[in-house]
């Protein structure tokens, strides 16, 4: 971005302005002012974005003071993409959702050399290009923070926005510009180019993290958990000023959408993804410097990512893997993507790290239907950037499995970089000091004896009015894939039941607001802002009233089914197990718990009292099946799909055969019309070929009719 001649003149350009004036026409404030513009985009860019400051954070801060004054003097000089427009004033009360211009897809995902050698051939399959082809390959770090969308008009900062759900995301873009890695204009026009939407991962330092912890426990404030949630949680501050001291940069690592001012993909103009990547550098960004490199062939590549692996540790920022992607663009066109991923780049994710610590001690949790869940306090150790002390035993059976004691030195591994677990017990190492797990025989919050029931590893208290149980209902209840009651946590939830305002889910539509604005730390504004999240609770669809009920086994999915065959919630208490299992997916132990639910005659009065209370308990629009396509090629048709599919997801051929007029079955039966047979199909095309009356298709046959 800046020639050696540039960095020359800049760096003498900002001595002079320290020393107290421009270099010509000091009298003038539009050219002083434009020089100490010019001066701090250098430096912000040789800081942020370089990592090679050339001057003192004292000198900047001098510059920067000076460009202040100038601009309150004369705020006709005031311009958007002035470095003290970086942070507004405004708080942000909350956030808008926002569409991607094209979609945030995922990564699939690859553990070892192997599994990148296959996606290697099944580009080669999908591109059809000869198996002995060498391809060229982009490897990048895969950052461990917060994904982010940004927007470029007319080469200015226009919109910021978190990944959200791949689709639609939220709007934070007085965030986005406290990024100082961030450009506030760039000059895409050179490029042809009028809009552009970049993505990034917006990360904080590992050094810089570990400064701002101690800071905070200096002043008697809770140290951050890790990186990846300071920044995820800094892009969505209702403060810019606030999110600004968290020492955020963003490396972009594509350019999702480019287009000209008529609207024409600019894309296709970048011959491969490595020339995008010196566009978005020369353009200012922060791109991944010696992390990446251009491979020749999946053999590097992969040797590439053993590399990074090997010295992850090393690393400034947290990454949790590397990513391979094709490099030539027309390429990447051509195998295209599935509804999840791209096909044309795969996550290679590092080994899960692990660590030993000691098992101190054994809590015992209950769950909203009573499930009795051992939780192991181990003494704090580090792992994969988060500090652990606390894992889950699942159950008596895991515990005995791994004949765990009390006082042992474990070995603890975070699977997947996620969801920490105890692997074993160090058994050699015990001095004699253990002592045996016993498992709880009544529960622990209302002394109820506990049951265990046959085919089930959980022991769990049969007391429906369980306090712990009732809580946990309630949490549940307002939780966001139930009825997604925004702003009502679990430590409200709490609080309010401990003040007697909550013993049932009805409970939560009675509350009294002008009660809860009088309450310390809460507010008008809070409990304003509540009432107005649980109103709108009060009209969700029934498939997500019924799955907040906390019905055994009873989840998401079936809940949808369900509701797709009522007209009214309580049409439920008349159906026997035989209706319930006519559904596709719905099983005799779900029917058996929803029946003994609305066999419950104090069930039944509470779902009566939700509904006078306001809560729909309807079938909305939302919870009717989708109709079928008439005109499809197949519909009124049964299809499966079965073995390894090379040209699309499995999840993204059964929605193409929906959208065909289909329906999807599970396995083979004499209901079944068509087979899709993939790679290594097994068991399923022997079976449908022994019925004599299943069409069977290759995923390339069953393509070729759609488009057809």
């Known amino acids: 971005m800046y020639s050696n001649k540039d960095k020359k003149s800049l760096t003498e350009l900002s001595k002079n302005l320290l020393k107290g004036g421009s270099s010509l026409f000091p009298e003038a404030p539009e050219k002083q002012a434009a020089d100490l513009k010019k001066v701090l985009v250098f430096h912000e860019h040789q800081y942020y974005v370089l990592n090679n400051p050339l001057i003192s954070d004292f000198e900047y801060d001098q510059l920067f003071k000076k460009l202040e004054a100038i601009e309150n003097e004369h705020p006709e000089l005031v311009s958007p993409d002035s470095p003290t427009q970086r942070v507004s004033n405004d708080l942000t009360e909350s956030f808008n959702t926002v569409p991607h211009t094209v979609p945030m897809l995922s990564l699939n995902n690859s553990y070892n050399a192997e599994d990148l050698k296959d996606f290697d051939e099944s580009i080669k399959k999908l591109c059809l290009l000869p198996e002995d082809m060498e391809l060229e390959y982009v490897v990048e770090p895969k950052f461990d923070g917060g994904s982010i969308a940004l927007i470029y008009e007319n080469d200015q900062l226009v919109r910021g926005a978190t990944r959200g759900n791949g ?80 020492g955020m940069v963003a490396f972009l690592y594509t350019i999702g959408y480019a287009a000209d001012k008529d609207g024409n993909d600019m894309i296709p103009s970048f011959k491969t993804h490595e020339e995008s990547m010196n566009v978005l550098g020369e353009l200012g960004f ?128 975070r699977a997947g970089d996620v969801i920490p677990y105890i692997v074993k017990g160090m058994k050699d190492l015990r001095d004699g000091s253990e002592a045996k797990i016993v498992f709880p025989t009544h529960c622990p919050s209302c002394e109820t004896q506990l049951l265990k029931l046959e085919g089930e590893a959980a022991w769990r208290c049969p007391n429906y009015d369980c306090e712990a149980q009732v809580i946990q209902r309630l949490i549940h209840h307002v939780s966001k894939n139930a009825m997604d009651i925004d702003g009502f946590g679990k430590s409200i939830v709490e609080r309010f039941y401990g003040l007697g305002w909550l013993r049932n889910v009805a409970d939560i539509y009675r509350l009294d607001y002008s009660k809860m604005s009088e309450l310390e730390g809460f507010g008008a504004k809070s409990a304003t802002n509540l009432e107005a999240a649980i109103d709108k609770a009060r009209k969700q669809p029934i498939s997500r009233l019924l799955y907040s009920l906390s019905i055994h086994h009873l989840g998401k999915k079936v809940s949808k089914l369900l509701a797709a065959e009522v007209d009214h919630v309580l049409d ?55 109709a079928l396509n008439v005109d499809g090629p197949f519909f009124g048709k049964t299809i499966l799909f079965t073995g390894k599919l090379l040209l699309m997801g499995r999840k993204e051929a059964q929605e193409k055969a929906v959208a065909a007029g289909a329906k999807n079955l599970s396995s083979v039966s004499s209901n079944l019309n068509i087979l899709v047979a993939g790679e290594k199909a097994g068991s399923k095309l022997k079976k449908a070929q022994a019925l004599g009356t299943v069409d069977i298709y290759t995923e390339e046959e069953f393509l070729k009719i759609l488009e057809e």
């Open 572 to 626: 439920l208490a008349a159906w026997k197990a035989e209706k319930y299992v006519d559904i596709k997916d719905v099983g005799p132990k779900v029917a058996e718990n929803v029946i003994e639910f609305f066999g419950n005659e104090k069930n039944i009065e509470l779902l009566k009292d939700l509904e006078s209370l306001g809560v729909n308990l309807s079938q909305t629009e939302d919870d009717r099946p989708k």
């Open 286 to 413: 922060k791109v991944p410097g010696e992390s990446h490199k251009l491979c020749k062939n999946i053999e590097e590549a992969a040797a590439f990512c053993a590399e990074w692996e090997a010295k992850r540790e090393s690393y400034e920022y947290e990454i949790d893997g590397m990513v391979v992607k094709v490099n030539d663009i027309a390429l990447q066109e051509k195998a295209g993507f599935t509804s999840h991923h791209p096909r044309w780049a795969i996550a290679y994710k590092f080994k899960a790290k692990q660590a030993t610590t000691k098992l101190i001690n054994v809590e015992y949790q209950v769950g909203k239907v009573g499930a009795i869940t051992p939780v192991a306090k181990l003494d704090p150790v580090a792992l994969a950037g988060v500090t652990i002390s606390s894992v889950s035993l699942h159950n008596e059976e895991f515990i005995t499995e791994r004949d765990l004691h009390l006082g042992d030195t474990v070995l603890v591994e």
């Open 167 to 246: 689709t639609q995301g939220d709007e934070m873009t007085a965030n986005a510009r406290v990024i100082r890695s961030v450009p506030l204009k760039a000059a895409f026009s050179k490029h042809g180019i009028q809009k552009a939407e970049m993505r990034g991962e917006v990360v904080i330092r590992k050094d810089i993290f570990e400064k701002m912890n101690k800071e905070r426990l200096k002043n008697g404030l809770e140290a951050f958990a890790n990186p990846r949630n300071t920044a995820s949680g800094g892009l969505r501050m209702k403060d810019p000023k606030e999110a600004s001291q968290r």
